[in-house]
Structures are given as C-alpha cells and as structure tokens.
C-alpha cells in the first residue's frame, strides 16, 4: 500500500483498526499489510491511501532466485540451501511441514526461521504461501568470533585489519599461555573441537592438570555435566569466546576465543533440562572458583553470563554477596555481562549491579563495534552508580555451538560480552605475569603475578576508547567505552604510554597518598582510581562504604577532581567531588607538558584501611621507574605520603600506629605543650601506618622503621 503523507504511529493505528495490520515498510511510504478481513469501501476507507497492489508470491523470492526464475536458466531446478521466514503471528512449525510437503529438505527451525534445500522452482511454489514472508539463499557464514578478536586487541576500524595487525597481543605471543580463566555457566560440550583433548576425553566433573583446555569442571549442587540443548547450549557459546581453540585438534576454523590459549577452571551450574541453579546468594558459587580446589595454585578470575532481572538496577543480596567476596579476596578479578534489558535507564540485572565487578555491556560486532547493541541493559545504577562499566562485542558473534562437534551458531548479546572482556584482561594477566611491562619483552625479572581486581579494572577502564554511539562518555549505555587492550599494552616500538600502581596497605580517614608524573607531550592523559570497597547492605540507597578521592593538579595549579567531567573532559578546579563511584577517571584530551601531581585522599574509610589501584596513560616522560617494594608502585612518590621520619605529634593529640594487616600496633598520647616524635622501640622494621587524632580532626600517612 503507498501512501500520499508521511507514516506516523496514527497511521499504523488506523490501518490496524481499518483490518490492515502494518507488518513491513518498503521505501517512500509503501507499506506491507497483511488484511485480516474483508475491506469495506476499498482505498477509501484508508485515509492518505493512494493504491494498494497484491503482494505477489514473486516478491517474496531474493533477486538470485527470481532471476533464475525469469530466464530459466540451468539452475533453475538446482537444489540450493535457502532460508524462508514467516511474518509475525504465523506457526513457523506449520510453514516447516508445508516446505516437507512441498519437496524441499527442512535442515532446521528457529524463531520464525526455516532453513531449507530446495530449488529456485519449489522455492516459488513455497512462496506462494501466506504465512511465508521472505525466501532467499543461505548467506556464507564470517567469523564473527574473528572480530570479536582484533576489535579488542586493537580497536573499531572501518574496515577489517589484516591478522597480523589486528591481533597486536597474538602476534607478540601473548595468547593466554600459563592463564587458568575461571567461568560459570549452563555447561560445556567437552567433546567440541574447541575443547576436546583427544588424549584425554572428558566424561564427567573432576580437575584435569594435563587437559589442555578444561584445567577443572566442576558441578555446582544440582547442576548436570555437559551442556543442555533446551538452554541452546549456552555455555558453550559463553565458553567458546572466552578460550576455545580448535587448532590442538586439527581444526581450522577462524572461530577461536579471544584467549585461545588459555585454560578454563570450569562451574556448571545449570541442570539437565536446561535451568540455572542460582539462588541469589552468590558466596558459595563465586567461592567454588576463589578456592580452586585441586589445583596447584588459584584462580584469579571468573566470569559470568547470567543472573536475575527482577528489580533492575538495585542493590540486592546478589550484589552485596558478590561484594563481600571480592572484599575478602581483593585478586578475584569478577567480570559480568550487564543483561540484555535494553531501555534507557536503570536496566541492569543482577548481580550486574554490584560494586566491586566489571559489569560488562554490548556493542556491535567487527565494523560495527562503534555502535551500541540495542539490547544491552543500560545503567546507571539506582544510586547512580556508573554501569556498566566498559563495551565489547556481542553482537551477530559466531561462536561454538554444542550440537556436535564443529557446529558453530550466530549469536547476540552481553553473553557474549562478558567472556570477551574477561579474556582479553586474561592476556593482560599473561602480559604482567611474564614480565612484559613496560616494553612488551618478556623478562621473568620484572614479573608481576599477583595484581589486584582493582588493578584489572582500573586498566579495563584506561583501555576505553570513547568512538561508541553519539553520547559523549561516560553514560548509561556504555558506560567509559569500549575496551581496546592497544591502549595499555605496549609493544617493541610503541611509545611506552602507561604507569601504574597497585597500592596494597591502602588510606584511612584524613590520610592521602601524593604521586608525581612528568608529561613530555600533550597526548591525552587518563588517569584512573579504582578500589575493592566492602559489601553494603541489601538494598542500600547508597551503596559506597569505603569512600576515596581522586584529585590531579597541573604544573599551572589547576586542579581536576575524580568523574568531575563537561563534554568527555575534566573540569578545571570544579567544586564537588564523587561520592558514589568505586572507580574515578580524570582526563584530558591536551594536558600541558610538565610535571603533575596525583592524589588519592581516603575521605570516609570505615573499615580502617582502603587499598586501592591508580593506572596512567598519556605522554609519560621517559621509562617508569622500578617498582616500589610492597605496593608494585610504577609512579614516583611525592609529598607526605612518602616512607618518611617518625611522625611529630602535636600537643595533646593521640598517635595511633597500624601494621600492614590493618591491626592496631601501639597507641601514644602526647601530654606536653610541644610537639613530640615519640621513639616507638617497640616497632620492629619495615613499613608502618599512623593516625594522629585531635579534637575534631585526624590527619595520617606511614614511615619506616629500620633496625
């Protein structure tokens, strides 16, 4: 039906209650409608209609088969493997007996869509049914999984990279070898090419030091082994993306994960027919992956591609669980797909919600990774928390299908996000433990394997490029962007671009740390702060606990504070500060040259000690300096935050001195009229932790003891 005005949703009200149900748009205001009864008064009881034609069977065929068609050439009888659809309403399953009665091969059914075999001739003939909307031939499947690879190891392009420079941390041998990823989900099909050992094929649960892809499965309470089909084997997908490889086994699809290389520690925790066992509480399904029993040393990360959707966006027992975990073990490095909620605000599952996690969101795949995938939950949280917190991929990915061996399936969503993400901080993992920082070389000296959460995340978030969608970051939708690993991965040849530290012992209240960094360059700087803060109650308003601040100052005094942004960028000596987030980001995309000073202040510390991760890219002068004993430090210190002399202690204030544990050591009152450093004999060497408390005051930092 073409109209003479422009459609509008009144028009498709009209038509609808006129009997003519709108159900496709053509071009130039032609509608498709299919009439669902006999139209009194023709054309003229539809207002702004200028003609209606019948829907010919033809229509419905792709150009290559019309073609055939309509020059009867010699393939006109040639059986081709084609895809049919339905429109909306119809019974897939009836149009699929109809192609069997028509001659055609039905191969499957899905979700309105037929695939058969058949040739261009019956191809028309299955046209001519009603319930059938659009025939043409299969495409040729993409490695869809192949994107998902080089966008986070590189970043979007408008066009695909050749493999070499698309996969930088491939090609630089940093492929997930020695990394153990931990992954809960519905099951795996052990006997994939992706993960099958066929010198140790796996038929049931147990810890496999010699597989070469699944280091442990284990079955968590009711689960059953294996992937169930009525779940459309899931956790195959999930599995697949995060480390499948099937090169050990022959293969040679380009489908691999983004961590090919890497181990998965493995909790099933979905039942036979095809059912999650989660019941919220998350301590003993995230401490399944935290203990690694059996193994040799434990797993440091885990991700997850489920959870709950009632109560979008709060803070519930999932979240304050999943929260008391990572505080009690600050390495567990948790990632978790955002949900595929869409909307606009306040979307977000459970336990996507939580703190102290990289909630993971969508975006398109390959070329289209600049944009969002628009059934990604958006955020931000209900206490306005940002989520989620970076992007990947998860859209139109070809990933493992369990239905047998090398069966591969197209699919979408923050599933697929999540085990993308988690891989590629599982080659970061790899790239750290090997020694490789600064300068992408591998130098067992240098090694760092023991980098906290916070670390991981705050990298996750200096690794996020800002070209997704039109919003000017951060937002709802995607959070501080998408994750691209060349940002803080660096490489012989690149410009070392990246400091860091990964601060152990931490701040109380009214203490702070003071970090100088000298800029050689007015690249874009981004400095990030990000803590693992402690559970807050179910349902909380206000979810922070532990609250710290971060704050640069400019080699001209300017000030810029923590998530205090305008249009993308810090604001210059801005009045507020973040009271809600437990990762901060200045940045400025022309910093001036010279030397800057970064401070992380410990505002309301309520569990004494807040350890905490600071991670820097921008034109850094020079190579890093070595690391700092205790905190792996890469910035130089400055200021009074600095291993210093005993602390001078005011009259009549009280000095308190803490270990690294966080315990109180030893407690000194000041009863003179002068300032006093007390001698402290009973302290042994090394690093110590003080609170000097006044009336309505307390000021703190540390010193070292040596004997």
């Keep these: 039906m073409r109209l003479s005005a422009p459609v509008t949703p009144a028009t498709r009200s009209r038509l609808s209650r006129a009997g003519m149900p709108v159900v496709g748009y053509i071009a130039y205001q032609t509608l498709i409608c299919r009439a669902t009864r006999r139209i009194q008064g023709g054309l003229a009881a539809v207002p702004d209609a200028v003609q209606a034609v019948r829907f010919r069977p033809e229509y419905k065929l792709a150009p290559e088969l019309y073609s055939s068609l309509a020059s009867r050439d010699s393939g006109l009888d040639l059986r081709r493997e084609l895809v049919a659809t339905v429109w909306p309403g119809e019974d897939a399953a009836a149009v699929a007996a109809a192609c069997a009665g028509a001659g055609a091969e039905v191969d499957f059914q899905s979700n309105g869509t037929i695939g058969i075999r058949a040739s261009a001739r019956a191809a028309l003939e299955i046209a001519r049914l009603e319930a059938v909307a659009w025939i043409q031939e299969r495409g040729r499947c993409e490695p869809f999984n192949a994107d998902v690879q080089w966008v986070v190891q590189t970043g979007w392009r408008p066009e695909p990279p050749d493999p070499e420079?698309?996969?930088?941390?491939?090609?630089?041998?940093?492929?997930?070898?020695?990394?153990?990823?931990?992954?809960?989900?519905?099951?795996?099909?052990?006997?994939?090419?992706?993960?099958?050992?066929?010198?140790?094929?796996?038929?049931?649960?147990?810890?496999?030091?010699?597989?070469?892809?699944?280091?442990?499965?284990?079955?968590?309470?009711?689960?059953?082994?294996?992937?169930?089909?009525?779940?459309?084997?899931?956790?195959?997908?999930?599995?697949?993306?995060?480390?499948?490889?099937?090169?050990?086994?022959?293969?040679?699809?380009?489908?691999?994960?983004?961590?090919?290389?890497?181990?998965?520690?493995?909790?099933?925790?979905?039942?036979?027919?095809g059912y999650y066992v989660y019941y919220d509480e998350m301590t003993e399904l995230l401490d399944s992956v935290r203990y690694s029993l059996g193994m040799t040393e434990p797993v440091r990360q885990v991700s997850g591609s489920f959870g709950s959707l009632d109560g979008l966006g709060y803070y519930r027992l999932a979240e304050a669980t999943t929260d008391a975990v990572c505080w009690e073990e600050k390495e567990l490095m948790v990632t978790w797909a955002a949900g595929n909620a869409g909307g606009i605000r306040y979307r977000l599952g459970h336990p996507s919600c939580a703190k102290n996690i990289l909630t993971v969101g969508a975006t398109g795949n390959g070329v289209a990774s600049n944009e969002v995938y628009p059934a990604s939950s958006r955020g931000p949280t209900r206490d306005a928390r940002i989520k989620p917190n970076v992007m990947t991929p998860g859209q139109n990915v070809l990933t493992a299908y369990g239905r047998d061996t090398a069966a591969y399936s197209l699919r979408s969503g923050t599933s697929l996000s999540a085990p993308a993400a988690a891989a590629a901080l599982g080659l970061a993992r790899q790239y750290f433990r090997e020694g490789r920082y600064p300068d992408g070389r591998p130098d067992s000296s240098r090694s760092l394997p023991r980098l906290s959460a916070a670390f991981y995340r705050a990298l996750a978030i200096a690794a996020a490029d800002a070209d997704v969608g039109t919003a000017v970051i951060p937002n709802e939708a995607v959070g501080w962007g998408r994750l691209n690993l060349s940002r803080v991965l660096h490489f012989p040849g690149d410009s070392v671009a990246l400091t860091f530290a990964d601060e152990r012992h931490g701040l109380g209240t009214g203490m702070f740390d003071e970090f100088s960094l000298e800029l050689d360059r007015r690249s874009p700087l981004r400095v990030v702060l990000a803590w693992t803060d402690t559970a807050a109650a179910v349902e909380a308003a206000i979810t922070i606990v532990n609250d710290l601040n971060l704050e640069l100052v400019s080699p001209d005094r300017n000030c810029y504070r923590g998530n205090q942004l305008y249009a993308g960028q810090s604001m210059a000596n801005p009045t507020g500060w973040d009271e809600r987030n437990v990762e901060e980001v200045c940045q400025l995309d022309h910093p001036l040259p010279g030397r800057w000073l970064i401070r992380v202040y410990g505002r309301n510390i309520y569990t004494i000690r807040q350890p905490y991760a600071l991670v820097v890219t921008g034109g850094i002068a020079g190579l890093p300096p070595p690391g700092i004993a205790d905190s792996n430090n890469r910035m130089d210190r400055a200021g009074p935050a600095a291993p210093g002399s005993r602390p001078l202690v005011p009259p009549g204030a009280t000095l308190r001195v803490f270990g690294a544990d966080g315990r109180l050591r030893t407690t000194v009152v000041n009863p003179s009229s002068t300032a006093q450093r007390p001698t402290l004999t009973e302290l042994g060497s090394g690093t110590w932790f003080y609170r000097i408390e006044t009336r309505g005051s307390s000021t703190g930092g540390k010193f070292v003891v040596v004997r």
Aim: charge should be neutral; hydrophobic fraction near 40%; avoid cysteine.
């Design 165 to 273: 420079s698309g996969r930088r941390a491939w090609t630089n041998g940093v492929r997930g070898q020695s990394i153990v990823l931990g992954l809960i989900d519905m099951g795996i099909s052990v006997k994939h090419d992706m993960f099958s050992d066929p010198a140790l094929p796996l038929t049931g649960p147990g810890v496999f030091p010699e597989h070469r892809k699944i280091a442990a499965y284990k079955l968590y309470r009711t689960a059953a082994f294996g992937d169930a089909p009525a779940a459309g084997y899931h956790g195959t997908a999930v599995a697949g993306t995060l480390a499948g490889s099937d090169d050990p086994v022959g293969g040679s699809s380009p489908l691999d994960g983004v961590a090919p290389d890497a181990r998965i520690y493995f909790v099933d925790n979905g039942t036979a027919s």
